[in-house]
């Protein structure tokens, strides 16, 4: 095993080493002390970092995929008993398709997990070796720049009095009590804080659509948010103080960059979408927008935030609408509206901030409506088409 990490092991070791002497540098003491605590946390900060474009990508992808399940579950369902490799090729090709159209993968939200277990298991082993290069022990004089005085400077570091190399299970020969306690508080710590992220993205941001019990991605997710918890407690004995330092520290990061993501920028569907949507409306609201004016907002940024442009009677009739104002005040849920051909307002029509009256601002939503609908249902013809001719292709 450390043949295969001693890479990754080094260059921990080098960047802990190297954090250690920057902050020894700005006045901390350079020997044992929470300067090495310190140096644990830089590590933290430093991999974070790096991963974040990848963590980004992660919540991409399961905001996808969560948006998704009912156009998976519908595949599903279609090969549902099918057993025979040709269905199942089938299958997955649909599959990746959808995958593919949509630009996320089952497996991209574990990308960062991935890449972080190396250098987790790396730290591990870091510091398991501390203890052996101090005492001369180890395979080698030294670990990069790590040597034994240096180990045995580490070896003195403590996190409330619990030596940083010392763990549940091997607290050493003195202060057994003490570290101990430390790492039951610093277990716990880290099980609930990765339950809390773990039910922040399983509740609060999925939509609704995918939180079907009978969803096999969110019964994954409910036994991934009791079940990994729960792992961690039993397994977290077995780790070194500075590893629970490292792995709360993350938590912790991890707490407050998912709460950002999900404050601004959540699955649609979802909990924090339509609380998101009620701090924008109230904003809004007290910025002096009318309710109608917000509606138009809302309906742009339905559409991806795109510009509706005028729409002229030819453009009107090649989408199958028809040019009848009645139509469109009855549309909007109006009782009464006059309007000339010649464009000039009957007397008493109001005309509000957008320089538009009742009947023209119905007139609009309905013409929008009308477009929206019919760009639908091309798209529906279109999707037939091709679905009958892959159809032919095959049993050809």
């Not at 260059?11 to 300067?35: C, D, F, K, N």
């Not at 398709?97 to 991935?114: N, R, V």
């Not at 001369?136 to 240096?150: K, R």
């Not at 339950?195 to 019990?213: C, G, H, I, R, V």
């Amino acid at each position: 095993m450390d043949t295969i990490l001693h890479p990754i092991m080094w260059l921990v070791a080098w960047v802990m080493y190297g954090i250690h002497s920057g902050l020894t540098a700005l006045g901390m003491s350079g020997g044992a002390g929470p300067a090495w605590v310190l140096a644990i946390l830089g590590l933290t900060i430093t991999v974070r970092l790096i991963v974040l474009p990848l963590y980004n990508r992660q919540i991409n992808a399961s905001r996808q995929t969560q948006v998704l399940q009912p156009e998976i579950q519908k595949i599903q369902k279609k090969y549902k008993g099918k057993k025979d490799q040709v269905s199942q090729q089938r299958q997955q090709e649909e599959l990746s398709a959808l995958y593919k159209k949509h630009g996320t993968s089952p497996f991209a939200s574990c990308a960062p997990m991935i890449i972080q277990m190396p250098v987790l298991f790396s730290l591990f082993r870091v510091l398991y070796a501390f203890p052996q290069i101090a005492a001369g022990t180890w395979q080698s004089a030294s670990l990069g720049p790590i040597n034994q005085e240096v180990a045995e400077q580490f070896q003195e570091s403590t996190v409330f009095g619990a030596p940083l190399s010392a763990s549940f299970s091997d607290p050493g020969s003195a202060h057994t009590t003490t570290v101990r306690v430390v790492a039951a508080v610093l277990v716990i710590f880290m099980c609930l804080s990765m339950f809390y992220t773990q039910k922040q993205l399983t509740m609060k941001n999925m939509p609704e659509s995918a939180m079907d019990p009978s969803n096999p991605m969110f019964k994954t997710q409910k036994y991934m948010l009791y079940g990994m918890p729960l792992i961690y407690l039993f397994s977290g004995v077995a780790f070194q103080i500075g590893v629970l330092v490292y792995w709360v520290a993350g938590n912790i990061w991890n707490i407050g960059q998912q709460t950002w993501f999900i404050r601004n920028n959540p699955t649609p569907g979802s909990q924090a979408h339509r609380e998101r949507e009620a701090r924008i409306r109230k904003k809004r609201l007290r910025q002096g927008l009318s309710e109608e004016q917000i509606e138009e907002l809302e309906e742009q940024e339905s559409r991806g935030g795109q510009r509706e442009q005028p729409m002229g009677k030819a453009r009107a009739k090649k989408s199958g609408q028809k040019e009848n104002a009645l139509d469109y005040v009855a549309q909007a849920g109006l009782d009464e509206v006059e309007a000339d051909d010649d464009g000039v307002d009957e007397p008493g029509e109001a005309r509000g901030k957008d320089g538009l009256t009742d009947a023209e601002r119905a007139r609009k939503r309905y013409e929008r409506r009308q477009a929206e609908r019919a760009r639908s249902q091309a798209k529906a013809q279109n999707r037939q088409k091709k679905a009958k001719q892959n159809k032919k292709q095959r049993n050809f």
